[in-house]
């Protein structure tokens, strides 16, 4: 597993724009980010957080200053467009994981298939194993797909919004499955609207345009960070939370 | 044991059992020639091993529509490949590969998966398309024939198949399976989840995939024709992901379901005498149909009681299954008793079997032959001689005949694959040869200059007529000498006829003056008719080399029949002639159908022989050009 000090992701200064915009959609990204640790990049949409994925896993190169990644990344896209009509099961969808290391004249053979049962045991389907992935729930569906990215092995890993419109129990399987991760060592990053969940993470990455803040979440998560990273972004913030007052009665502009 | 039957049916283990329905031959080793039941079989095998294989991810990636635009995308190079003289089958698959590479181009590197490239596709091939028609109009000028349509151009069927065909598509299977076996991993996991491709870190392999499909399409396409390529690429596997949901199975159960289709269509194609390719489509969409009832019960069953749903799935799934492969095989035992009517004894015995190409032929051998030949008709009455599939009883005709007569030129460009199918050992007698032939572009010159580039229609002029019965009873004199004077007697019998007809026909046309013997023609069906009886064929509507008229091309003809005064738009019956009518509306003259190509079919009105049929056009013509007043009915 990987040394906790050894850092996993280095950027200094990094910005990213994407071809003819005319300025960076991120900004000023100084981060070194280590393995065994869960990172909640927090902020509104369009501050970032799919940039900055697109900047680890390579599609997006940066337009100033270095962004190193010192690992393979494995990738849980939002929107996947996963197809409920393929003939597919969801040990199968797992397996599909392992594709990217196997050359193709190898067949799945019986370490993969374990493989691919412990990482559906990770995300409460151990006992679904066969069942077809279209006759699974949406919570189901998104766990299945978080197995087939447990099962590549990366030591990255890159979620983004993997609660989004999932449901309770779902939503806690799937955040104990990613402690899990980490505590074996892997650099967690998950891109995430909700500021409960970036409470119970190692380190918050506030993003709006530019690295608003960084660091554990009793340090991150101030009023006035919110304020900044959250200035018009009103209505996605949970209700009930102290935060909601700073936030919904000052703009920014 | 269907499969059994079918096979001892093809002669494969020697049978000698009479084929059932099967009234034509006087025993079905004739028909069950060891070349071409074994080639047949051989083709189908071929092509349900690719299209089985491959159907599974052609279905699940949703490339039908590509699959099936394969054969339009390689239009082009196909054209280019006829007007150079270069073999026909390359230049389909190098047409294949560039129309797929076309196809990769523009929808690499997008996250979209290859369904969403169905637009793009629709693009590649109304480009292509447009090319091959502006090539082969270009080209056309170069003198060379070739057929009209994409369609025609890679038609084929699995009754004439060549040897270099078989090879091609031994070649495909042999680059078919390892790839499919390799790859369809990644690409069923590609269409799965295209977005996150990149996240599974795999690749996509699109660039093996369409150039693979573009080849199967291409080398199954000129071996069966259009329809069988379909049906054989894409319902077995449609039929297959009905009743299975894993890959594995649906794979498993494509190919065998495109084998049984492929047999079992063509049993009955043997069997009753239909077209293979034809055939074989409807028994896939058959099991396709039967299989979607099984599922639809099966879901019905499902709601009213669920208590284990995927054992009931499977058990579904096998029992549908199942009965698909054992129906056609009780239908198929079924058949082959009680229907033992083959051709017993009769008088044909003692007759000559001739097979002809067209109704004209067929025509004038029957004037010279009369009872002493049993002439065998290729092309029915009214059928398009450019898209023309032989049926099992053609090919037999064929290795049966003692001679086989043709008319030559583009009419049954299509004779030579169904000889060779038949063991190729008589060659025909191309009667084109006794004629007086024009060019195919009569505007050009006199006569025509060489090769293919002849009018066809030379039977409508009764002087050839004459001349090609005297040729007709030299070959039939060599075939049978017996009946020598028989034949000598009719073929101066019908040159009197003719003689007599042309006489009375030119008589007749002379009442007409110089101004109404002005016609606009559809095609170049009627130049004969014209030149005998010297009437002038103000304009051509349809372009020599059989491509669409341009607007340029219509407006001159219109503006050419306008000129000229002419008193009628001739096309031939049965063909669509919408330019003709339009044409004709415009003039406001008579729009006539006449008898060009073929006869008319047995039953019905409408002339039977050659000659009848340019009395029957002449008349038509005289009638309206005159409003009435001139009839040439003889007799």
């Known amino acids: 597993m990987q040394d906790r000090l050894n850092v996993l992701v280095t950027a200094s200064d990094a910005s990213f724009a994407y071809p003819g915009a005319t300025s960076p959609a991120l900004r000023d990204v100084s981060l070194d980010l280590p393995g065994s640790e869960l990172v909640i990049l927090l902020g509104p949409n369009g501050g970032g957080k799919t940039t900055l994925f697109r900047g680890l896993t390579g599609e997006l190169a940066p337009a100033a200053g270095t962004l190193k990644v010192h690992a393979p990344v494995s990738y849980l896209p939002q929107h996947d467009r996963s197809r409920t009509d393929f003939p597919v099961s969801a040990l199968d969808v797992t397996l599909m994981g392992t594709l990217a290391e196997r050359p193709p004249w190898r067949r799945p053979g019986r370490t993969e298939r374990s493989r691919a049962r412990e990482a559906l045991s990770r995300v409460g389907l151990a006992d679904r194993a066969d069942t077809s992935f279209g006759e699974l729930s949406g919570g189901q569906r998104r766990r299945v797909l978080l197995a087939r990215t447990i099962v590549q092995d990366s030591p990255i890993v890159l979620l983004d919004e993997p609660l989004a419109g999932v449901d309770p129990a779902s939503a806690e399987v799937i955040d104990a499955a990613l402690r899990g991760l980490r505590d074996d060592g892997r650099l967690v990053i998950v891109a995430s609207h909700d500021i409960e969940q970036a409470r119970r993470a190692d380190r918050v990455v506030c993003l709006n345009g530019r690295v608003v803040a960084a660091g554990p979440p009793g340090d991150a998560l101030s009023p006035s960070v919110l304020q900044e990273t959250y200035a018009a972004e009103l209505t996605l913030l949970p209700a009930g939370d102290d935060a909601v007052g700073v936030i919904e009665h000052h703009h920014h502009h | ?635």
């Not at chain 2, 529509?65 to 390689?74: D, I, L, Q, R, S």
């Not at chain 2, 009931?312 to 549908?320: C, K, L, V």
């Open chain 2, 1 to 635: 044991m269907f499969v059994v039957s079918a096979i001892s049916h093809l002669g494969i283990s020697g049978a000698t059992s009479r084929l059932p329905g099967f009234a034509t031959l006087e025993s079905p080793a004739e028909l069950l020639d060891p070349l071409f039941a074994r080639r047949a079989l051989l083709a189908v095998l071929l092509a349900a091993v690719i299209g089985g294989a491959l159907g599974t991810t052609i279905v699940l990636r949703d490339l039908p529509f590509f699959t099936h635009a394969v054969g339009a995308g390689a239009y082009p190079t196909m054209v280019a490949a006829a007007a150079l003289g270069m073999s026909l089958a390359i230049a389909a698959q190098l047409g294949a590969l560039v129309f797929a590479a076309l196809l990769w181009l523009l929808t690499r590197g997008s996250t979209a998966d290859a369904r969403q490239g169905d637009s793009r596709t629709g693009l590649l091939v109304a480009t292509a398309l447009a090319a091959g028609a502006v090539l082969a109009e270009v080209l056309a000028g170069s003198g060379s024939g070739f057929a009209r349509s994409p369609e025609s151009m890679l038609f084929g069927s699995v009754l004439t198949v060549g040897k270099s065909e078989l090879v091609a598509a031994a070649a495909t299977a042999a680059l078919c399976l390892p790839l499919v076996t390799l790859l369809s991993g990644r690409w069923l996991a590609v269409g799965f989840d295209p977005e996150a491709v990149g996240a599974m870190r795999i690749s996509r392999y699109d660039g093996v995939l369409l150039p693979l499909v573009a080849i199967a399409s291409a080398s199954i396409l000129p071996l069966t024709g259009a329809l069988m390529a379909g049906a054989l690429m894409v319902i077995p596997a449609a039929t297959a992901r009905m009743l299975f949901d894993r890959t594995a199975m649906i794979t498993a159960a494509a190919v065998a379901l495109a084998v049984v289709s492929g047999l079992f269509g063509l049993y009955l194609s043997l069997a009753f005498d239909l077209p293979a390719g034809a055939s074989i489509a409807a028994v896939a969409g058959g099991l396709f149909a039967l299989a979607a009832i099984a599922v639809s019960v099966r879901s019905r069953a499902d709601r009213i009681s669920r208590p284990n749903r995927r054992d009931n799935h499977r058990t579904m799934a096998t029992a549908s299954l199942a009965a698909l492969v054992v129906l056609p095989a009780l239908s198929g035992c079924g058949g082959s008793s009680g229907q033992t009517t083959a051709a017993t004894g009769d008088a044909n015995n003692d007759r000559v079997p001739v097979t002809a190409t067209t109704t004209h032929a067929a025509d004038i051998v029957r004037q010279i032959g009369g009872n002493h030949v049993a002439t065998t008709t290729m092309l029915k009455p009214g059928a398009d001689p450019h898209e023309f599939e032989p049926k099992p009883s053609d090919v037999a005709a064929l290795a049966d005949a003692r001679v086989i007569f043709r008319s030559g030129g583009a009419i049954d460009s299509w004779l030579q694959p169904a000889i060779d199918a038949a063991g190729g050992g008589r060659g025909p007698i191309d009667l084109s040869d006794a004629a007086v032939l024009l060019p195919s572009d009569a505007a050009a010159g006199d006569s025509a200059s060489n090769g293919e580039s002849f009018n066809a229609h030379w039977f409508l002029d009764p002087v050839n007529l004459e001349a090609v019965g005297k040729r007709v009873r030299d070959e039939l004199t060599k075939a049978d000498p017996a009946t020598r004077e028989t034949y000598r007697a009719n073929a101066a019998r019908y040159a009197q006829r003719t003689r007599a007809a042309d006489t009375a026909l030119a008589r007749c046309a002379k009442r007409l003056s110089a101004k109404q013997r002005v016609i606009i023609s559809d095609h170049n069906e009627f130049d004969y008719l014209a030149a005998r009886y010297e009437f002038k064929v103000a304009a051509r509507l349809q372009p020599a080399s059989g491509g669409e008229p341009s607007v340029a091309d219509l407006q001159r003809a219109v503006a050419a029949a306008r000129a000229s005064g002419a008193g009628a738009v001739v096309t031939s019956a049965g063909e669509s002639g919408k330019v003709a009518r339009a044409v004709a509306n415009r003039l406001r003259v008579p729009l006539l159908e006449l008898y060009g190509d073929s006869l008319a079919p047995g039953d019905g009105g409408g002339p039977h022989t050659s000659l009848d049929a340019i009395e029957f056009n002449l008349d038509r013509i005289a009638a309206a050009v005159s409003s009435g007043a001139v009839r040439c009915k003889t007799g």
